[in-house]
């Protein structure tokens, strides 16, 4: 099967529609320059039925005279072979015709066409031919009158059979050329009107496949892309409408592009950061495994608990480290269902601090909470939320100098409840900010107990109840807030 494109099709339809215009022109114009000679004839002719009436007696009191109506009628088509001419009496019934043996067809004539032409209404009018079962033509008539009464009708063919056979033998080669020449011109014109159009109706087309093509999805950053065309109001130009969806699809792919690529970045770095995170403790907790297996006989028990105190604290961090690479991934991939609940956040923040009071006073810093009489509940999952305080309190001790200290403030609006933790510590490094909450930092930084992946667990979260957490602006430490509903 013939494949065509988009083009060729229109193409195609443009050629098609055009030829046929250009023969309904034609057949107009045909049907509108017979209809002028008809007319032209019949003005001609007008009174060639009335003269046939009056030169000589057709008819008398007894009824037609047979002889004389041959006669006359013979010499009249003789003289002028275009013509035929027939009597009729009062009913159109046809008395009286010079037509050869087999040539006649009818014996009634329609007289409504003839009273419409005695009328003299608009013309062309056609009657029926007597010679043609169904065959209509333009013709003269006259009343005919015996005695002063009228008896019948002088009804006159003007375009009779002879002439209608010699014109179609001569038209027929004329027509032949002359439809030769109008195609020849239609076709002409035909491939000039369709070379513009062509060009004009598929240039927004190539316009559009020439982006199509050189779209790279690879090099696709949204800011180099050109932004689509903003529509007309009400606009109905489908390839207008189809390049503004792609720009809008390009746009969309190049951002999202964009996000996979950073995402893409971001879990090269986690999964950096995470390797080196679990070497260190694991070298360290080997060591003094091999260093207990090698030595034990050489080792005083003061020394083997010593090192068996270090290992036992690296594979705790090794665990806690696991737990919470689960933790995160199970948050990440939907493994998760929010236990949706209403519940005091000051009774839960007591509770944190519970967890947190003897590391606070080993570190000689001070835990103080900030809550507004009569708060609202909140609608959230009491252990996750539990999580998140429990990491950015985690985060804020380990952060903040002996001295320092460590402030939960809560406060509400009509629609939410906000939580802020601050600490006295050194804060966040600027180079941090823009990346704190979507990967850790390595542990060969200055700072190996960033609390990296406890922020990405407290961030997705606070996403998994429809908020955002953000580190705000502070002349020191750190201020981590976000919100729950009420």
């Given at each position: 099967?013939?494949?065509?494109?988009?083009?060729?099709?229109?193409?195609?339809?443009?050629?098609?529609?055009?030829?046929?215009?250009?023969?309904?022109?034609?057949?107009?114009?045909?049907?509108?320059?017979?209809?002028?000679?008809?007319?032209?004839?019949?003005?001609?002719?007008?009174?060639?039925?009335?003269?046939?009436?009056?030169?000589?007696?057709?008819?008398?009191?007894?009824?037609?005279?047979?002889?004389?109506?041959?006669?006359?009628?013979?010499?009249?088509?003789?003289?002028?072979?275009?013509?035929?001419?027939?009597?009729?009496?009062?009913?159109?019934?046809?008395?009286?015709?010079?037509?050869?043996?087999?040539?006649?067809?009818?014996?009634?004539?329609?007289?409504?066409?003839?009273?419409?032409?005695?009328?003299?209404?608009?013309?062309?009018?056609?009657?029926?031919?007597?010679?043609?079962?169904?065959?209509?033509?333009?013709?003269?008539?006259?009343?005919?009158?015996?005695?002063?009464?009228?008896?019948?009708?002088?009804?006159?063919?003007?375009?009779?059979?002879?002439?209608?056979?010699?014109?179609?033998?001569?038209?027929?080669?004329?027509?032949?050329?002359?439809?030769?020449?109008?195609?020849?011109?239609?076709?002409?014109?035909?491939?000039?009107?369709?070379?513009?159009a062509f060009g004009w109706v598929t240039r927004p087309l190539r316009r559009l496949t020439a982006r199509i093509q050189?779209?790279?999805?690879?090099?696709?950053?949204?800011?180099?892309?050109?932004?689509?065309?903003?529509?007309?109001?009400?606009?109905?130009?489908?390839?207008?409408?189809?390049?503004?969806?792609?720009?809008h699809m390009s746009q969309r792919l190049g951002e999202q592009w964009q996000q996979l690529r950073e995402q893409d970045?971001?879990?090269?770095?986690?999964?950096?950061?995470?390797?080196?995170?679990?070497?260190?403790?694991?070298?360290?907790?080997?060591?003094?495994?091999?260093?207990?297996?090698?030595?034990?006989?050489?080792?005083?028990?003061?020394?083997?608990?010593?090192?068996?105190?270090?290992?036992?604290?690296?594979?705790?961090?090794?665990?806690?480290?696991?737990?919470?690479?689960?933790?995160?991934?199970?948050?990440?991939?939907?493994?998760?269902?929010?236990?949706?609940?209403?519940?005091?956040?000051?009774?839960?923040?007591?509770?944190?601090?519970?967890?947190?009071?003897?590391?606070?006073?080993?570190?000689?810093?001070?835990?103080?909470?900030?809550?507004?009489?009569?708060?609202?509940?909140?609608?959230?999952?009491?252990?996750?939320?539990?999580?998140?305080?429990?990491?950015?309190?985690?985060?804020?001790?380990?952060?903040?100098?002996?001295?320092?200290?460590?402030?939960?403030?809560?406060?509400?609006?009509?629609?939410?409840?906000?939580?802020?933790?601050?600490?006295?510590?050194?804060?966040?490094?600027?180079?941090?900010?823009?990346?704190?909450?979507?990967?850790?930092?390595?542990?060969?930084?200055?700072?190996?107990?960033?609390?990296?992946?406890?922020?990405?667990?407290?961030?997705?979260?606070?996403?998994?109840?429809?908020?955002?957490?953000?580190?705000?602006?502070s002349e020191a430490g750190a201020v981590f807030e976000f919100a729950l509903p009420v």
């Amino acid at each position: 099967m013939i494949r065509l494109t988009l083009s060729q099709r229109l193409t195609a339809v443009f050629f098609a529609l055009l030829l046929a215009c250009g023969a309904a022109l034609m057949w107009i114009q045909m049907r509108s320059t017979a209809m002028h000679e008809q007319e032209t004839v019949q003005r001609l002719s007008r009174g060639l039925a009335e003269h046939i009436a009056r030169s000589g007696e057709l008819m008398d009191a007894r009824g037609m005279r047979g002889g004389d109506v041959r006669a006359l009628f013979g010499k009249l088509m003789a003289v002028n072979p275009s013509v035929e001419v027939y009597l009729l009496d009062e009913q159109g019934r046809i008395l009286g015709h010079d037509a050869p043996e087999g040539h006649l067809k009818r014996d009634r004539v329609d007289l409504e066409p003839v009273q419409a032409l005695l009328r003299d209404e608009p013309l062309p009018i056609l009657g029926d031919d007597p010679r043609s079962a169904t065959g209509r033509k333009v013709f003269n008539a006259a009343p005919l009158w015996v005695q002063g009464r009228q008896v019948g009708y002088i009804y006159v063919v003007l375009v009779g059979e002879q002439r209608e056979a010699l014109a179609a033998n001569v038209a027929g080669n004329a027509a032949l050329r002359t439809t030769l020449w109008s195609l020849a011109i239609v076709v002409g014109l035909g491939l000039l009107a369709g070379a513009f159009a062509f060009g004009w109706v598929t240039r927004p087309l190539r316009r559009l496949t020439a982006r199509i093509q050189a779209f790279d999805v690879d090099t696709a950053a949204p800011a180099a892309l050109p932004l689509p065309a903003e529509l007309r109001p009400g606009e109905r130009d489908e390839l207008a409408i189809l390049e503004h969806s792609f720009g809008h699809m390009s746009q969309r792919l190049g951002e999202q592009w964009q996000q996979l690529r950073e995402q893409d970045l971001q879990r090269r770095e986690l999964v950096a950061n995470i390797s080196h995170d679990l070497r260190t403790p694991l070298s360290s907790l080997h060591g003094y495994l091999e260093t207990l297996s090698l030595k034990d006989a050489t080792l005083s028990a003061e020394e083997r608990q010593r090192y068996l105190g270090i290992a036992l604290a690296q594979s705790q961090k090794v665990g806690r480290l696991a737990q919470a690479l689960f933790e995160l991934a199970r948050l990440e991939h939907g493994g998760v269902v929010l236990d949706v609940q209403a519940f005091s956040l000051p009774d839960l923040l007591q509770d944190v601090f519970q967890k947190f009071e003897l590391a606070a006073e080993a570190r000689r810093q001070t835990l103080s909470a900030e809550i507004p009489p009569r708060l609202p509940a909140v609608r959230a999952d009491l252990g996750l939320i539990e999580r998140v305080l429990t990491n950015l309190l985690d985060n804020a001790i380990r952060h903040t100098p002996e001295g320092g200290r460590i402030t939960v403030s809560l406060r509400a609006d009509e629609a939410k409840v906000w939580v802020r933790v601050a600490d006295t510590g050194a804060g966040i490094a600027p180079e941090r900010r823009a990346q704190l909450f979507h990967t850790p930092p390595a542990l060969g930084s200055q700072r190996p107990d960033s609390g990296g992946l406890g922020l990405l667990i407290v961030h997705r979260i606070v996403q998994l109840h429809g908020g955002q957490i953000r580190l705000l602006e502070s002349e020191a430490g750190a201020v981590f807030e976000f919100a729950l509903p009420v």
